[in-house]
């Protein structure tokens, strides 16, 4: 969403998969977000109707230190339908 404010109206119509974390873990969270990955790759196959509908997203809880381009490097590591976000 490269910046711009998220709402609840932001995602309307589609359905969340939120993942809570920070950019510099490094053990829990790379594992978990590959399963999630792996969730949407096989929704992707089997369920493509579904998959339209799912969005993972990224929530950072170190607002502080995940800025948007320490994110977007993170991202880069991870499914590319993740949605990172960072809070003020």
Same mark, same amino acid.
């Given at each position: 969403?490269?910046?711009? !404010?998220? *709402?609840?109206?932001? %995602?309307? +119509? /589609?359905?969340?998969?939120?993942?809570?974390?920070?950019?510099r873990?490094?053990?829990?969270?790379?594992?978990?977000?590959? =399963?999630? +990955?792996?969730?949407?790759?096989? !929704?992707? /196959?089997?369920?493509? =109707?579904?998959?339209?509908?799912?969005?993972?997203? %990224?929530?950072?809880?170190d607002?502080?230190?995940?800025?948007? =381009?320490?994110? =977007?490097a993170?991202? *880069?590591? %991870?499914?590319?339908?993740?949605?990172?976000? *960072? +809070?003020?």
């Amino acid at each position: 969403l490269e910046g711009n !404010l998220v *709402t609840n109206r932001s %995602f309307e +119509g /589609k359905w969340l998969l939120l993942y809570f974390g920070f950019a510099r873990c490094p053990d829990i969270c790379p594992s978990e977000m590959m =399963k999630v +990955g792996q969730v949407m790759d096989t !929704l992707k /196959k089997d369920f493509p =109707k579904l998959y339209e509908k799912v969005v993972p997203v %990224f929530v950072s809880v170190d607002p502080a230190r995940d800025s948007l =381009k320490a994110l =977007k490097a993170y991202g *880069t590591d %991870f499914h590319p339908d993740y949605v990172f976000l *960072t +809070g003020a």
